[in-house]
């Protein structure tokens, strides 16, 4: 082994340019992932209420499929897949400038998935092949194919595929059944290591079959050692040192190889829980809709989650009769809470109800915009409970505010009117503008598709109320 400079690792990429060499295959550990926000194994323990690994693999192995994504599906993505960290924009952008064409990752979260979606990319261009789901057999061919030019295989498994690798025997029986078809494209191949320290034997044996075969093997780490197995192989170059960290390492490759401007490079911030974040897609927006239960554990009506202050909404008038001492069962991505009740704005019949957002209630949350909405705007309508749950769209059909008589109340000031059939249930439900911010909730709606009129109560009315919700 021979210790090595990052200089001295961008050189030698910038050489194989020139020379007309292939670029080095990326074997990419979970220190890529623990760097962008997703937790380290000790944080996945304390996740999962285990703990060690042994706690958690005992706990793990014999969970069904659905189980495990309903577990582990918070803990491994970011609730931010359009803001992607300099690192992956780097590696993704690297890639679209032919410095990599396949990369081997044990990880098995969306992050690289979603890099290579904002990069100058197209689906024709790259192919993420999923062990376990694309047989075996066909691996080599795709390896070897030509087009799409850039691969990417997600060894352990994948997160949205619901085919992963948790426990020891899993991934050596994962790594083990492509093993041949992998050493077979590794051939005359140089590797670069990155965000793994190679504890897993299978990977190990991927590693040593390049240094046998001749081939470089760039073996990067913060630390300031590399493992004892590599150190008697003539061909490794071992870069040390905190400059090796994943989202560092790869800014100063795309930075120095010039398909990135030289701005300041950023180290990832250090993660934390799961951050809460307005939802970009419609998926993100449903995901922050729960529903409320009543004393029998029944949706009875519906609420969304608030990004900031982090809190509940939800219509008072249904929710009040599933109030038990001070606490509102919910139910969200198929698991269910109980949250504290902070406060109700009494100052409205169809006031919101405001809840305490339990600690471990890790979905996306909406954003609220009090400003008022213009007539023939479009509106979304998530909807929890109730006989017609998902997603209702409409329109405004009225932005000024009026008074509407609703039974059993009378007159109600201050409504909406939309142009959006509801059926009972959609109570507290969030109508979001194309942006998916919320502008108010449902409070009153027809059921008939063929006089679709429903009622909101607008942000306007109690977006006040719900900033000061926590400090009561």
């Known amino acids: 082994m021979i210790e090595r400079k990052l200089d001295d690792l961008i050189s030698d990429i910038k050489q194989r340019r020139t020379a007309g060499d292939r670029p080095p295959v990326l074997l990419l550990g979970a220190g890529a992932s623990v760097e962008s926000g997703i937790g380290a194994m000790k944080d996945l323990f304390s996740f999962a209420k285990c703990d060690d690994f042994a706690h958690f693999v005992t706990y793990i192995a014999p969970m069904t499929t659905a189980e495990r994504f309903r577990l582990l599906s918070q803990f491994l993505q970011t609730q931010k897949p359009a803001q992607v960290t300099k690192g992956y924009q780097a590696l993704a952008t ?26 100058r990319l197209w689906r024709k261009d790259y192919l993420v092949i999923v062990n376990g789901v694309h047989r075996p057999d066909r691996l080599a061919p795709l390896l070897s194919a030509q087009s799409p030019r850039v691969k990417i295989v997600k060894m352990h498994g994948d997160l949205f595929h619901r085919y992963m690798a948790w426990t020891p025997d899993e991934m050596d029986t994962y790594v083990m059944e492509i093993s041949d078809r992998l050493k077979g494209a590794l051939y005359g191949r140089d590797l670069l290591v990155v965000g793994t320290s190679l504890r897993d034997e299978r990977i190990r044996e991927l590693t040593l079959s390049v240094a046998e075969n001749g081939g470089a093997v760039w073996y990067t780490t913060i630390g300031d050692d590399a493992p004892d197995f590599l150190k008697a192989q003539p061909t490794v170059r071992a870069v040390l040192g905190e400059e090796c960290g994943f989202e560092h390492l790869f800014q100063r490759l795309a930075v120095d190889l010039g398909v990135m401007q030289p701005e300041v490079i950023e180290a990832a911030p250090a993660f934390s829980a799961p ?5 970009p897609t419609m998926d993100d927006f449903m995901s ?4 409320v239960l009543d004393k029998n554990g029944t949706p009875a009506s519906t609420g969304f989650l608030v990004a900031k202050p982090r809190i509940i909404v939800t219509d008072a008038y249904p929710t009040r009769q599933c109030i038990v001492d001070g606490r509102v069962k919910i139910s969200a991505g198929g698991r269910k809470f109980e949250a504290e009740v902070l406060n109700e704005d009494v100052a409205y019949d169809f006031g919101p109800l405001f809840l305490k957002a339990p600690s471990d209630l890790n979905i996306p949350a909406l954003h609220v915009d009090a400003n008022p909405l213009l007539d023939e705007d479009v509106i979304w309508v998530g909807v929890a409970a109730g006989e017609k749950t998902g997603i209702a769209t409409g329109k405004v059909v009225s932005a000024a505010e009026s008074k509407v008589n609703i039974n059993p109340i009378g007159p109600v000031p201050y409504l909406v009117e939309l142009e959006v059939a509801v059926a009972q249930g959609a109570s507290g439900a969030p109508v ?17 598709p063929n006089n679709p009129v429903s009622y909101m109560f607008p942000a306007s009315r109690w977006a006040k109320s719900l900033k000061a919700a926590l400090k009561k």
Do not use: H
């Open 94 to 119: 690297l890639c679209a400038e032919a410095y990599f064409d396949l990369v081997l990752t044990l990880n098995l979260d969306p992050l690289l998935d979603d890099a290579l979606a904002n990069a």
């Open 275 to 279: 951050e809460v974040a307005p939802s």
């Open 288 to 291: 922050a809709v729960v529903s």
């Open 432 to 448: 979001v503008d194309r942006a998916f911010v919320v502008r108010g909730f449902i409070v009153a709606g027809s059921t008939d």
